[in-house]
């Protein structure tokens, strides 16, 4: 069966009596999925502690106390922490956050950050995991709320700072 010459170097199929070109099926999943993977955020691994659980949870609270992050919830049981959303100056989110968008020529950074902290583990071993929700807006005087795509530096040192403390007891 000699199927029908397509245009632009697509791949016909062919189907019962018909053929149809491939290309139009092709090009316009992957551009779906390239915008998905383009906009998506990578969860960040979880820490592992060489120490129990329960100094990883003492190392947590005494690292947000040193760091002066107030915490809004905590429940050892499930082993989660969390914070009401903080300000965070310019200088900071530029920093630890992706620039939220553009108004005009003026970037826009995220201006606050509320952290949650995962704490797992036994006896013998542990991991945590921090993550922030950056945002910016939200206010009366800017209603809309953007999020913020992470750079996960802060992420990271908090839990490194986690980890040296639980495993220094």
Same mark, same amino acid.
């Given at each position: 069966?000699?199927?029908?010459?397509?245009?632009?170097?697509?791949?016909?199929?062919?189907?019962?009596?018909?053929?149809?070109?491939?290309?139009? &099926?092709?090009?316009?999943?992957? *551009?779906?999925?390239?915008?998905? @993977? %383009?906009?998506?955020?990578? !969860?960040? #691994?979880?820490?592992?502690?060489?120490?129990?659980?329960?100094?990883?949870?003492?190392?947590?609270?005494?690292?947000?106390?040193?760091?002066?992050?107030?915490?809004?919830?905590?429940?050892?049981?499930?082993?989660?922490?969390?914070?009401?959303?903080?300000?965070?100056?310019?200088?900071?989110?530029?920093?630890?956050?992706?620039?939220?968008?553009?108004?005009?020529? &003026?970037?826009?950074?995220?201006? *606050?950050?509320?952290?949650?902290? @995962? %704490?797992?583990?036994?006896? !013998?071993? #542990?991991?945590?995991?921090?993550?922030?929700?950056?945002?910016?807006?939200?206010?009366?005087?800017?209603?809309?709320?953007?999020?913020?795509?992470?750079?996960?530096?802060?992420?990271?040192?908090?839990?490194?700072?986690?980890?040296?403390?639980?495993?220094?007891?």
């Amino acid at each position: 069966m000699a199927l029908p010459a397509h245009r632009h170097g697509s791949l016909p199929v062919a189907l019962g009596k018909q053929a149809i070109s491939m290309r139009r &099926f092709w090009l316009r999943p992957m *551009r779906l999925n390239s915008i998905a @993977l %383009v906009g998506s955020l990578v !969860a960040p #691994s979880q820490m592992p502690i060489n120490a129990s659980a329960g100094r990883a949870w003492d190392a947590v609270v005494d690292v947000f106390a040193s760091r002066e992050i107030p915490i809004r919830m905590m429940e050892r049981a499930s082993g989660f922490i969390a914070t009401d959303q903080l300000g965070v100056t310019g200088k900071q989110a530029r920093q630890w956050t992706e620039i939220c968008g553009r108004h005009g020529l &003026f970037p826009i950074v995220a201006d *606050r950050a509320g952290y949650n902290v @995962l %704490v797992r583990g036994d006896s !013998a071993a #542990s991991t945590v995991k921090v993550t922030v929700r950056w945002t910016h807006g939200g206010a009366p005087f800017e209603p809309r709320l953007r999020e913020c795509r992470s750079r996960n530096v802060r992420e990271s040192e908090l839990e490194a700072a986690i980890k040296v403390s639980a495993e220094a007891h």
